[in-house]
């Protein structure tokens, strides 16, 4: 029976040690995804900082610097956020395995009880009483199976509770070592946090005495509007060479049906065989879907701009995002840009069929290629804060041909 009884000890003993690791374990597996995560956003954090550095040292574009100093504050906060996810997740660890040491601490005392009782059991009736009944069990006559048993259970009984007690005091010191790890890391978690915190007080300090150097420095507003003219003027300037793109490859098209036709005039007539034709994208009177859902920001047409607080004239319009928001073709059509644009950061232009021209700029990711052709309202990237002055937004602008229109207009026609 007491054998019985070890082997059941050691099954519960390891079935209640397995229920205990497997929660450690998979949150382990998420503080490491979690810590791979917070290098990348160091690394982008730390480029971001060197650029802006660098353009605040060569004294460039009014804009430029105001965006840098933006997508700063938008990644640290980020940043910040994530170090605090960190560490909570640290802290449910350390409570976890608190819990789990203690338990052990407990067994292993009980193991402790147990081997000093057999200890003293052994000291005051001494080995002999065993060593006859092994001589005994060995030497007697009878079923030679049973005999074998009885020997393996006398000798099996105190090495099984020598390597239990070892087991749960390897297992304890694993999970010791795991707990000062753990503390060492967030310890680390909360001095970077700290630092961050106070940085991003001095961030906004920066941000707030250059917005305030922008209202009052009348230079300074100059500049910004020539350079907001000049991004102006670059958007026009690529819509104009997309719709003249256009114009070319229709009056290429007609030549070249006509070149068609005339030879198929001079030649005898033969049985015309059919070509499939190429398949163009839904006309634009079709559905139409607005490119991100949130708060429009800034209006098409003439306003104060709310940053620079000087009137401009918006070629488009402004919806506030957040981070991850994807970003949707506002009607089918085929992608015919996908670049980086003065003003706009990362964007992409898409053709619809009669000329009209979509906009999606200051976007974080973008899952397209130009020549791609997109469905109404499908997916095309993620909304960003690059070149954005105040934040995640999307500029949305639509042109038929090379005329700006409002987009919220054209999004309501049928």
């Given amino acids: 029976m ?12 390891c079935l209640l040690v397995g229920f205990s690791m497997a929660a450690p374990k998979k949150t382990d597996a998420q503080i490491k995804e979690q810590k791979t995560a917070l290098k990348k956003l160091e690394t982008d954090l730390a480029k971001k900082r060197e650029e802006l550095a660098q353009i605040e040292s060569e004294e460039k574009g009014v804009l430029n610097t105001i965006s840098l100093i933006d997508q700063n504050l938008n990644q640290t906060r980020n940043y910040i956020g994530e170090l605090a996810k ?36 052994l000291y005051v009736n001494g080995r002999n ?19 074998a048993y009885w020997v393996h259970h006398i000798l099996y009984n105190d090495l099984q509770e020598v390597n239990l007690l070892k087991r749960l005091v390897s297992e304890r010191d694993e999970k010791k070592q795991q707990e000062m790890a753990h503390l060492s890391d967030l310890s680390t978690l909360r001095n970077k946090k700290a ?45 104009k060479k997309l719709e003249e793109k256009r114009k ?20 005898k ?8 034709k190429k398949t163009i994208a839904t006309s634009v009177k079709g559905p139409k879907c607005m490119p991100l859902e949130g708060e429009i920001i800034s209006q098409y047409g003439l306003q104060e701009h709310p940053v620079l607080h000087i009137a401009t004239r918006n070629l488009g319009i402004e919806i506030r995002g957040k981070r991850g928001g994807m970003v949707r073709a506002a009607a089918a059509g085929t992608v015919v840009m996908v670049s980086e644009i003065d003003g706009r950061g990362p964007s ?3 053709e619809h069929e009669g000329g009209t021209y979509s906009v999606y700029g200051h976007l974080r990711s973008i899952r397209v290629n130009e020549g791609k052709e997109v469905r109404n309202c499908e997916e095309i990237g993620e909304v960003g804060d690059i070149a954005s002055l105040n934040g995640i937004k999307l500029y949305f602008q639509v042109s038929e041909g090379t005329q700006t229109v409002d987009p919220l207009q054209w999004l309501k026609q049928k």
């Fill in 86 to 121: 960190s560490e909570v997740m640290v802290q449910r660890v350390l409570v976890q395995l608190a819990h789990d040491i203690d338990s052990l601490d407990a067994k292993i005392k009980v193991r402790k009880e147990t081997m000093k009782k057999r200890i003293r059991t």
């Fill in 2 to 13: 007491r054998l019985f009884n070890v082997r059941w000890i050691v099954f519960l003993v």
């Fill in 195 to 239: 630092a961050e915190e106070k940085g991003l007080v001095s961030q906004m300090s920066g941000q707030e005495r250059m917005l305030t150097s922008l209202k009052h420095d009348k230079e300074m507003q100059h500049r910004a509007l020539q350079e907001f003219e000049r991004n102006q003027k670059t958007m026009l300037a690529l819509i």
């Fill in 129 to 147: 009483s065993e060593a006859q009944a092994l001589y005994k069990l060995m030497t007697q006559e009878g079923n030679p199976d049973r005999q």
């Fill in 348 to 350: 992409v232009i898409v």
């Fill in 248 to 267: 070319k490859e229709i009056e290429a098209a007609k030549k070249a049906e006509a070149e068609r036709k005339k030879k198929k005039d001079k030649k």
């Fill in 269 to 276: 007539p033969e049985k015309e065989i059919t070509k499939p």
